[in-house]
């Protein structure tokens, strides 16, 4: 199958594209710069230049695949403040991918974040739906392709993504504000819970979903269901030899900045379904046990 894959050379990307490859796929990923190129190229993938804003572009190149993996975001917008940008730009990525592949019956994988179903006051489930919202439009939108003859799925991720090819996620700057503050943070008890998944299954389950995901299908990239965020602090504490303490409401924005908002929520994710349908099962480490692994304590490891 030659699939096109947007964000193929970024943290997940640079599982997906190995896996596909690993599968018998033919990949071609979109690269922005001459550095997103030589990664693709690196990792084994053909290269179609252009960025997210090249809409035309992009519904050549979905066109032109036998499938479609979307991974793209435009993060430095996210943190920069600019959130509502960078989503409007998602949303008009995929309606470009979804327009393309109409009437094809071809698959288009679709990337969320578990992070939207924190309100729902239990796990959540890959049956829960939202109406709407930043990411979620975008996402349903995928979803809304397989009444238009597409095999539409969404891979929603956890927050915490975590490995050595992490060079920015969550756990890095987590760790950064750790060591800048002095403390590794949690907000209140630290009793709220948040998913984390290894890259690598990660990329697993993408090549699943891409290769035998029923239309209209949402699915887990789980590992760990829900660790409370006080343990993820205190993990990161005795790694840099610091406490772990609570920080006040008043002093959640000064401590986690963009991270504020979501420090905070309640996400236990149930993958009960993705791994009982699709067959997945993560095989690599948890959250704690990769953060003795993997290099984010090591001295050359990067900083967000």
């Given amino acids: 199958m030659k699939v096109f894959v947007t964000g193929g050379s970024g943290h997940l990307g640079s599982a997906v594209v190995p896996e596909l490859i690993a599968a018998g796929h033919e990949v071609v990923g979109l690269a922005r710069s001459d550095a997103a190129a030589a990664a ?103 979803i809304g392709f397989a009444e238009r003859g597409v095999r539409s799925s969404v891979v929603r991720v956890s927050p915490i993504t975590h490995s050595r090819l992490d060079r920015h996620g969550f756990a890095r700057v987590l760790i950064a504000m750790a060591k800048q503050a002095g403390v590794a943070g949690y907000p209140g008890d630290g009793a709220n819970r948040w998913p984390a998944v290894h890259t690598l299954d990660v990329g697993h389950l993408y090549r699943l979903a891409l290769e035998s995901a029923p239309a209209g299908t949402r699915w887990h990239a789980v590992g760990d269901e829900g660790i409370p965020v006080r343990e993820i602090a205190q993990s990161i504490g005795d790694h840099l030899g610091i406490p772990a303490a609570s920080i006040p409401a008043d002093g959640l924005e000064s401590h986690f900045g963009f991270l504020a908002t979501l420090i905070v929520l309640d996400n236990p994710t149930s993958s009960l379904v993705t791994r009982r349908i699709l067959g997945w099962e993560p095989a690599h480490p948890g959250l704690i046990a990769d953060f003795d692994n993997a290099d984010y304590f090591t001295a050359a490891s990067p900083r967000s």
């Fill in 40 to 142: 693709l190229t690196a990792l084994g993938a053909s290269v179609h230049r252009g960025d997210l804003d090249d809409l035309d572009g992009i519904r050549k190149a979905a066109a032109d695949s036998d499938g479609v993996i979307h991974l793209a975001f435009n993060h430095e917008q996210m943190r920069s403040g600019d959130f509502e940008a960078a989503v409007a730009t998602d949303l008009a990525v995929v309606h470009a991918l979804g327009d393309a592949l109409a009437g094809t019956d071809k698959p288009l994988v679709g990337t969320s974040g578990t992070l939207a179903l924190a309100h729902l006051g239990r796990p959540g489930t890959e049956e829960d739906v939202i109406a709407g919202g930043p990411r979620i439009d975008a996402e349903n939108a995928v």
